[in-house]
């Protein structure tokens, strides 16, 4: 089946620094694909519907300028979490579908990324 | 912002028991999926069903939908522990193209 490959699975970093991270669909071309975040204990909140070759297109309330999206191509897209600070510590998990037909079938996500800014 | 709202929000039961999950939503919908999500792990789809379907089979899953209540069941028969994960419904509106709104989830303990 479809699988979507996201790395790393946990980080640790330090207040003001940056990290990325990655969303690979393995076996299909992901055109679009999207990234969340969950706060423990809680269901996941869209942060932005990233589109291959284009501007991803952000939630509202979610920082465009910190929370950095690249789809560069048709299999990777990237999150870039910049000047990191505790608050946004979570956990990130994207997901692609491989059917153009999105509407009739389910998603496949990563395994998330548990981001710790200390 | 969710538009889901899941109940119970947890829900502990003995093997061989069924667990039943509901999810009420608010707006006018494509599809409705039931998503499952072990502690720290990505989520997995389970079932899918569309608008206009009311209900859906898989395995030990059976899925209702009723769109006139803006509602869904979710049950598992024959519970097993490793059924214990996080259970969330997940919307796509009409007016959203193909994005996910997330219920905020039922968390299922199964005790062997």
């Known amino acids: 089946g479809a699988v979507v490959s996201q790395h790393p699975s946990r980080v640790i970093c330090k207040s003001g620094t940056s990290v990325k991270i990655e969303c690979r669909s393995l076996?299909?071309?992901?055109?679009?694909m999207f990234w969340y975040r969950q706060f423990p204990k809680q269901s996941l909140m869209l942060m932005a519907t990233s589109n291959e070759g284009s501007k991803a297109t952000y939630e509202q309330g979610v920082e465009k300028d910190k929370f950095l999206i690249n789809h560069a191509s048709l299999t990777l897209s990237t999150l870039t979490v910049t000047s990191a600070h505790p608050e946004d510590s979570s956990f990130y998990i994207c997901?692609?579908?491989?059917?153009?037909?999105?509407?009739?079938?389910?998603?496949?996500f990563g395994s998330g990324t548990r981001l710790t800014v200390v | 912002s969710q538009q889901g709202e899941e109940d119970p929000q947890a829900l502990s039961i003995q093997e061989g028991e069924n667990a039943t999950m509901n999810c009420s939503y608010k707006?006018?919908?494509?599809?409705l999926q039931w998503y499952r999500q072990n502690s720290g792990r990505g989520l997995v789809h389970l079932i899918l069903?569309?608008?206009?379907?009311r209900e859906k089979h898989s395995g030990r899953l059976r899925v209702t939908l009723d769109t006139s209540k803006k509602s869904s069941s979710l049950l598992i028969t024959a519970s097993r522990a490793a059924d214990t994960a996080s259970y969330f419904c997940a919307t796509v509106p009409e007016t959203s193209g193909s994005r996910l709104t997330f219920g905020e989830g039922t968390q299922l303990t199964v005790n062997p």
């Open positions: 076996d299909f071309q992901a055109t679009t």
């Open positions: 069903i569309r608008s206009n379907e």
């Open positions: 707006t006018s919908i494509n599809n």
């Open positions: 997901s692609a579908s491989p059917f153009r037909d999105r509407l009739h079938y389910g998603y496949t």
